[in-house]
């Protein structure tokens, strides 16, 4: 009797095991970018989430985010003038999508970090995204402006009030958290203070790798 029981104790932790090794993992990345920090994913990975339809970018693997600023923001070439009003006062926001073909480490200059995260996390952190882009009265997303970068981009209207202490670096924070990652979004005024908090939750992306855990496994 002790046999048997044993032996389905073990057979019930091995298929337990094997269900946990054969989860669904989704790797992020977040993209330094000097002042401010974004957020990429692989684009397939966003299929059958909270992402809007129209902000994806059929032929292309990776998009990444970041909410900034509505007049800073999409300025290719802001003044400080520009920079003190973004900060000092509270103002609208936007958000900057980028799609591209490469992985992340290869397309930014800035230094690029990955996190791998389960169904349930990868979930919460796109709906706490995709819930910051403003929509019309028909339900529709607000396109304001050509985006900066990438192969195809653009800058949408966004929920939110930006000033210096709610600002990019507490947005990508309080990403994080909603994933359930332990940043405290209080604490990361600057991207240097948000660095500080992921580099002990997250590893260095390389340029070799592909980029995207489906295509990993």
């Known amino acids: ?54 902000a994806f970018f059929p032929e292309r693997r990776f998009v990444e985010v970041g909410w900034g600023e509505a007049g800073y923001y999409p300025d290719p070439d802001p003044g400080a003038g520009d920079a003190l009003r973004a900060a000092l006062w509270p103002t609208d926001a936007v958000l900057h999508v980028a799609a591209f073909d490469h992985p992340p480490a290869l397309i930014f200059k800035g230094p690029v970090r990955q996190i791998d995260l389960d169904s ?28 900066l970068y990438g192969v195809e981009s653009q800058f949408y209207a966004a929920k939110g009030r930006y000033h210096l202490f709610n600002n990019c670096n507490h947005w990508v924070a309080r990403a994080l958290r909603a994933a359930g990652l332990p940043v405290h979004p209080g604490r990361t005024l600057t991207i240097r203070d948000l660095w500080r908090q992921i580099e002990p939750l997250s590893q260095a992306a390389s340029p070799e790798s592909d980029g995207c855990l489906s295509n990993i496994r």
Do not use: S
């Open 120 to 147: 349930t996390a990868f979930r919460r952190l796109v709906a706490y995204v995709a819930d910051y882009f403003k929509r019309d009265a028909q339900g529709r997303l607000e396109p304001v402006a050509p985006g």
């Open 1 to 54: 009797m002790n046999r048997k029981r044993f032996f389905l104790l073990g057979l019930t932790l091995l298929l337990v095991g094997l269900a946990v090794a054969q989860e669904r993992r989704f790797r992020i990345y977040l993209i330094h970018h000097g002042w401010h920090a974004g957020i990429a994913f692989c684009q397939a990975d966003l299929e059958g989430t909270d992402w809007p339809a129209e």
